[in-house]
């Protein structure tokens, strides 16, 4: 359970001396100092990519995404040609992949150095339209997925899932 900070209200007034015995103060309500809204949220993050391929890197404009609507994925977008290409991705793979090699298949990450030394994330997205490899400030990374852990904590996940819901899209799309 969360605890919330709280300062109680003015200080009750003393009631000895009021023609009886002291009655005990009343309850108070405790006033929150911050807002007690913690429904899940969506975090969107603007990131400056690398892409890296064979003729050099291209700087581009990028946005990483979570949605605890699909609370177990992320996605990146950015533009490639003059169209968005968005990629999405287990959450889990991303937080893992800043700290260690991960990933099988389509989308692999791991955490590298760029030229100058600074620490980067690496992404290999494999597609049968082509592959690319991506590159990210772990700074940039690490402040995204803090974010989403605030928004939703690993292993929570599936308290945001209805399986019933998912069925029933599953079925519907047959």
Do not use: C, K
């Not at 109680?8 to 103060?25: C, I, N, V, W, Y």
């Not at 177990?72 to 793979?93: C, E, H, N």
């Amino acid at each position: 359970m969360r605890r919330v900070p709280y300062r109680l209200d003015a200080a009750q007034p003393d009631r000895a001396g009021a023609g009886g015995p002291e009655t005990p103060p009343a309850p108070t309500t405790p006033t929150p100092e911050y807002d007690m809204n913690t429904a899940p949220h969506a975090v969107r993050h603007q990131v400056v990519l690398d892409l890296l391929g064979p003729q050099g890197s291209n700087l581009t404009e990028a946005e990483l995404r979570y949605d605890p609507v699909d609370p177990y994925a992320v996605s990146v977008a950015f533009a490639v040609a003059g169209r968005q290409v968005v990629w999405v991705f287990a959450r889990d793979l991303l937080i893992r992949g800043v700290h260690e090699p991960v990933g099988e298949g389509d989308v692999q990450v791991f955490p590298s150095l760029d030229q100058e030394g600074h620490a980067v994330v690496l992404l290999a997205l494999h597609a049968p339209a082509g592959e690319a490899l991506v590159e990210a400030r772990s700074r940039d990374v690490l402040d995204f997925l803090a974010h989403t852990t605030r928004s939703v904590w690993p292993g929570t996940e599936s308290q945001l899932v209805s399986t019933d819901a998912a069925i029933a899209a599953i079925l519907v799309n047959d």
